[in-house]
């Protein structure tokens, strides 16, 4: 078999000329059966060269120099691309059309340089045979001001990071990381938890009323004479009910009140389509509606842009590229859209114009939307060539692309006024009218049940109240974040952009400073405790503002509105002091720990929560005098028959999990505590990960 394989593919190098270089095996198939025999297409596998790992790799006298590296276990890709250059005519460098796929360019344009071969930069925002062709028709040079944008992150990271981190070593355990834009995410993560654990709940009541219009229900029709009204106001105020004895006398007076009918009205409301997705934006509905992490709707996005086999037609991408802040749609697309519109739902959907959309103020126009390419496939033309998953993202950009351009959908609105002497109650609902772009967006069509069962009420009616109904409530503290707010939050602060929020809760998750409960994100101990360390020692590092503003200086960078050194200098200085300061001050607290309630049993000692290698443990506050050390035991018993064990806290790379204290006797391990998932029953839906 591998004998027969390097036959065909020495066949191919034969009469190939042109060898292109993608990051991918999925998108290199897709391009080649674009672009045929005569063009070799190869996979870099993302990145080969980068800032090396053992050191800071930045030369600080010399305008923050890079010192680049091929990475651990690229060199075998390296050695691949630079001998399948040697004999091509030209080489296109065809990674993902933004900074990163810029910067991968450039760093093989540097590796490559010196041959014979002329070399090329070709970017595409949807991998279809037209826009593919189209742009091997206009080739460029590797655009400087992003690859600049990218390098400026880059070192940003690594200085922030490889600074910062080596303090939390020696203040908390070894193995922490503090990063730029990550360690802002735990804050706001971590305030949230502040803001819950202080939150009092406050009690207020509202009161409905089941009001009977009179002389019931003439034959044939269908609404019922009882309908529901709410309490709004008092003497013309909002009104509000604090406790039990004012809804009481409340209740009394209305007792006493004749319920008549006042104002009616009838209004017609527009629901408008909502704009083609946007990463952030995608990310959010496919949490809510799908139960995907940020990380699992980007993975699948990524296959659906590099190609998905279609049978016969081979491979092909479905949608554009999915890392984008645009709402910007291409004639081509809108085009094509508007024609299916017309065609499937008829010219009462299919507005006379284009539906215009505009995208936030920092958003890249170069991009598009992310949408379905062209032609335009229905989800059921592709569904059996979709595994489940991929079938449902796709559905969901489809839908939501297509409803885009078509017309709003068109509510009847009825409110009805019922005053009982100075109490204002309100009885009303919405009815669908038409559907309009609903029709293919389909979540969200509110029902109209409600306005239709409403009697028929005229102005100045008595009306008589059949029951009074007061109802306690308790104000609510903050929701945790979940992916959806985090992502939305991260995006109005201008912390991260389309590139960076699902990498963002994947690493403060992985590195266990933020756990996954059932949908929401929560602290951890360790958590709060780097956090409580940074914002002590690096308010400037983990402020939102800061963060926002440099995100908008690399932007400026790739608009070449600056210049990527000075953008670096400004940072550094200021950032060099900060450093030195908090090294001082640091250097006189002593190592932080967490207090517990339980007592060593060797010395009396209370214990306190320390990490380790392999994640937390209890530790006597005595040490070094007393060693006494445990695991924190979750006092749940392992479930290995016949084991006795109980499960403890474990880390590993990929974030925490549960093993057994008998270990490495015994090697259960969980992700969730048994107990935890019964728990977690019809209402405990968890995320999706990857
Ligand atoms: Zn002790
Ligand atoms: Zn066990």
Known sequence: MPAKKKATSKAV????????????????????????????????????????????????????????????????????????????????LAADPDREGEAICWHLKNQLEGG?????????????????????????????????????????DRIVGYSISPLLWKKITRGLSAGRVQSVA???????????????????????????KRGGVPPGEEWTDTFGARLMKYKGEKIHIPDKESVEKIVGRLKEEKFIVGDISRKERKSHPRAPYITSVLQQDAFNKLNFSAAKTMRIAQSLYEGVELGEEGSVGLITYMRTDSVR??????????????????????????????????????????????????????????????????????????SSQMVNALYSVLAVNIDAGDYRFRAGGGQLVFDGFLRVYGAGVESGEEIARIPPLESGEEVDPVEIIPEQHFTKPPPR????????????????????YAPIIRTIISRNYIKRVARTLEPTDLGELVNKVLVENFPGIVDNEFTARMEDELDGIEDAKVEWVAVLKDFYDPFSKTLEEA???????????IETDEICEKCGRPMVIKWGRHGRFLSCSGFPACKNARPITTGVKCPVEGCGG????????????????????????????????????EGGTQVEEE
């Open 583 to 593: 090294k001082e001050r640091m250097s006189s607290i002593k190592r932080q720990v």
């Open 646 to 681: 109980e499960l403890v806290e474990r880390k590993s790379a990929r974030g925490m999990f549960y093993g057994c204290t008998n270990y490495p006797k015994c090697t259960y391990t969980a992700r969730k505590l048994p107990r935890e998932s019964e728990d977690a029953g």
């Open 116 to 156: 014979k071969s002329a070399i090329y930069r070709v970017s595409f925002e949807e991998i279809t045979e037209k826009a593919v062709k189209e742009a091997f028709e206009h080739p460029g040079p590797v655009n400087m001001n992003k690859v600049n944008a990218q390098q400026a992150r880059r070192i940003l």
């Open 13 to 92: 190098r034969s009469v190939a000329k042109y060898l292109v270089i993608v990051e991918s095996p999925a998108k290199s198939k897709t391009i080649n059966k674009i672009l045929g025999k005569k063009y070799k297409v190869l996979a870099s596998m993302g990145h080969i060269i980068d800032l090396p790992a053992s050191k800071m790799g930045v030369d600080f006298e010399h305008d923050f120099k890079p010192e680049y590296a091929v990475m651990k276990g690229r060199k075998k890709y390296l050695n691949d691309l630079i001998k399948e250059a040697r004999d091509k005519e030209a080489i296109y």
């Open 186 to 212: 735990v804050k706001l993560i971590v305030e949230r938890e502040e803001e819950i654990r202080k939150f009092k709940p406050r009690e207020y009541w509202s009161v409905e009323a089941v009001l009977k």
């Open 329 to 402: 749609t291409s004639d081509d697309a809108l085009r094509d859209v508007r024609q299916h519109i017309l065609e499937k739902y008829g010219e009462k959907y299919c507005p006379p114009k284009p539906v215009p959309y505009r995208s936030r103020k920092r958003a890249q126009e170069a991009h598009e939307a992310i949408r379905p390419t062209l032609p335009l496939r229905p989800p059921e033309v592709v569904a059996r060539y979709l595994g489940p998953d991929e079938l449902k993202l796709y559905e969901l950009i489809w839908k939501r692309f297509v």
């Open 481 to 500: 974040y979940t992916d959806a707010s985090l992502v939305k939050v991260l995006e109005e602060k201008g912390i991260g952009r389309p590139s960076t």
